[in-house]
């Protein structure tokens, strides 16, 4: 069987973090019809997938964590009667320190959760209330210890070049992680998003030499913390990469459910609206419809392999082009394979519309 992932966007916030992009409302009053359309949703799209076997689930947003356990239970109980689940599949669930229980997290085991995500964000109480952030350290620890009791794949996020964040400060942060000893962390550079609060204060990061020095730091301390960097912002123990989002950075099937959340599916990527309320009628419009044609897969290959530390075959690349990244220590080639260095993950973005244009 085909392998398929399960991507399910929940579109719930306490609070709207200053920093966030993604589709997330405050009001909650349309939660329970919210999950009553995602099992409509599962259940109607699952009659093309009877060729598949799901090995990775993620429930992301927003904040999965604040729905009810027995909304969680309801779900799985959905894509276990509709879709093909392996044995061994990946299951991740994001979860927000204000709003986690241990109640939560029981349903979440029984329910066959078997990796937790959680947002550290920073250990610093300034810089969380800048961040729009609802936990301080105490709460985020009291989370995490609960978590903890009941999984052995953990996930923290964090994030650096925060407006007015020195490198100092970032090492408190991560002092404090290295106390934590998660299996997996996340660690994101700050991108001010058009249209969020934080865009809208003014308030500046630090320059990019700063902000490398940032990423070359936490780069250096995870890896003696035994985490080992597969993915430009990704981190982990030996066996515990996620193996959802892999999926995304390789080219292989998922499918998003939710409003706002996205699909590759059967050469075809494809969204739907940020509409909770054309969601809860079942109005699944499809947006951004795109084939994957030949000369795309190619071009994806390049842009999500190089998101990689693996790299990609030298040989997909433009050989007249690749001289000046080796030259100056943005890229290394090893075994046929042309691999960013941490120089070059920092300026990815530029390297990979000069490889792909």
């Known amino acids: 069987m085909n392998s398929l992932g399960l991507y399910i966007h929940v579109p719930f916030c306490l609070q709207k973090c200053a920093y966030c992009d993604f589709y997330s409302l405050t009001d909650q009053s349309l939660r329970s019809c919210y999950v009553d359309s995602l099992l409509h949703q599962l259940a109607m799209e699952s009659s093309r997938c009877q060729s598949y076997l799901v090995d990775t689930i993620y429930i992301g947003g927003g904040t999965p964590s604040l729905l009810a356990a027995a909304d969680i239970e309801r779900i799985f109980q959905t894509i276990h009667t509709y879709f093909c689940v392996s044995d061994q599949a990946e299951i991740t669930i994001e979860v927000n320190p204000s709003s986690v229980t241990k109640e939560k997290a029981v349903a979440y085991a029984a329910c066959g959760v078997n990796r937790v995500s959680i947002g550290l964000q920073s250990g610093n109480r300034a810089e969380l209330a800048m961040l729009g952030r609802l936990h301080d350290r105490e709460l ?112 292989r099937a998922y499918l998003g459910f939710g409003p706002s959340a996205y699909s590759y599916f059967e050469g075809k990527r494809y969204g739907l609206p940020r509409d909770l309320t054309a969601y809860i009628q079942h109005r699944y419009t499809i947006i951004d419809e795109e084939i994957i044609d030949e000369e795309a897969v190619r071009q994806e290959n390049i842009i999500f392999g190089l998101r990689l530390t693996d790299g990609v075959p030298v040989n997909l690349l433009p050989a007249d082009r690749l001289s000046i990244y080796l030259d100056n220590g943005y890229a290394v080639i090893e075994n046929g394979r042309f691999k960013l260095t941490t120089k070059g993950f920092f300026v990815s973005n530029s390297i990979l519309c000069d490889l792909i244009d």
């Open 140 to 251: 985020f620890e009291k989370a995490y210890n609960v978590l903890r009791g009941m999984f052995s794949n953990v996930n923290v996020d964090i994030m650096y070049g925060l407006p007015d964040q020195t490198l100092l400060q970032l090492s408190r942060t991560v002092d404090y992680l290295s106390t934590l000893q998660p299996e997996h962390v996340s660690a994101y550079c700050l991108k001010i998003e058009e249209g969020t609060a934080l865009a809208r204060s003014g308030l500046a990061q630090p320059d990019e030499d700063t902000q490398f020095h940032m990423y070359a730091y936490i780069i250096e301390q995870l890896h003696a913390m035994g985490l080992s960097q597969y993915e430009i912002s990704n981190f982990a123990r030996e066996g515990f990469a996620s193996q959802h989002n892999l999926k995304y950075w390789s080219g």
